[in-house]
């Protein structure tokens, strides 16, 4: 299992980014997905996950309504769209799968990229 983040980088505040997340190793089609992220100092947290087919989702509070997570299933890969991004979501941004198709199952911890950088400031 393999997963290689990209898209990050140096953004002011109320900018836009988009990470994508190439996964291999796995079918990618049968499993829900998520993005993490973690500041310095900060535990990992959960931003957002996305189920295998229904494209059903789920966002962190801090995020709801700025990050959109999609995927496309056909190309292995997993996205994130952030918009009106502020100085707190400043973090290294990684990709995990879950332990089955829905969005409520729990991540396997296993396997993780190496992660891409996203700094949000003026």
């Known amino acids: 299992v393999q997963f290689v983040e990209s898209g990050g980088g140096l953004v002011q505040p109320g900018g836009s980014l988009r990470l994508s997340c190439a996964a291999s190793g796995f079918t990618f089609s049968n499993y829900a997905m998520t993005w993490y992220r973690q500041a310095p100092g900060k535990e990992r947290e959960l931003v957002a996950a996305?189920?295998?087919?229904?494209?059903?989702?789920f966002y962190a509070n801090s995020v709801k309504g700025r990050f959109t997570i999609s995927r496309d299933n056909a190309k292995n890969t997993l996205y994130l769209q952030m918009n009106s991004l502020k100085p707190e979501d400043t973090a290294v941004y990684y990709c995990?799968?879950?332990?089955?198709?829905?969005?409520?199952?729990?991540?396997?911890?296993?396997?993780w990229g190496q992660g891409t950088q996203v700094t949000v400031s003026s």
């Open positions: 995990a799968k879950t332990t089955g198709s829905s969005y409520l199952t729990s991540t396997d911890f296993n396997s």
């Open positions: 996305i189920s295998s087919l229904r494209g059903n989702t």
